[in-house]
Nanobody, 122 residues
């Protein structure tokens, strides 16, 4: 059974940093794309960034490019979302997801974590 477990969320002031983790288990993800999404109250879930697990190739939404970095640790079967220069508009529940095809929409991903709250105060 696949499990994705996010951690690392919290409250941070604008301009600060946080690092989210997503521990993956239950299958091999070497051929998967791993994505980070976020959802703010009243808004649709939106793509933030992703990584091709085996190649390590990353891709980002324009809104976070240059501020957020996705990485992975193969030994720990974990992916990370390093968030810098955080803004109040980054406030959302952040989700980790895994999918077998490339995509930036939620429907492109097969497995989801439970989410972790990130709140950025002004």
């Amino acid at each position: 059974q696949v499990h994705l477990v996010e951690s690392g969320g919290g409250l941070v002031q604008a301009g600060g940093s946080l690092r989210l983790s997503c521990a993956a288990s239950g299958r091999s993800f070497s051929n998967y794309r791993m994505g980070w999404f976020r959802q703010a109250p009243g808004k649709e879930r939106e793509f933030v960034g992703g990584i091709r697990w085996n190649a390590g190739i990353t891709y980002y939404a324009d809104s976070v490019k240059g501020r957020f970095t996705v990485s992975r640790d193969n030994a720990k079967n974990t992916i990370y979302l390093e968030m810098n220069s955080l803004k109040p508009e980054d406030t959302a529940v952040y989700y980790c997801a895994a999918g077998s095809i490339y995509g930036r929409g939620p429907y492109d991903y097969d497995y989801w974590g439970q989410g972790t709250q990130v709140t950025v105060s002004s």
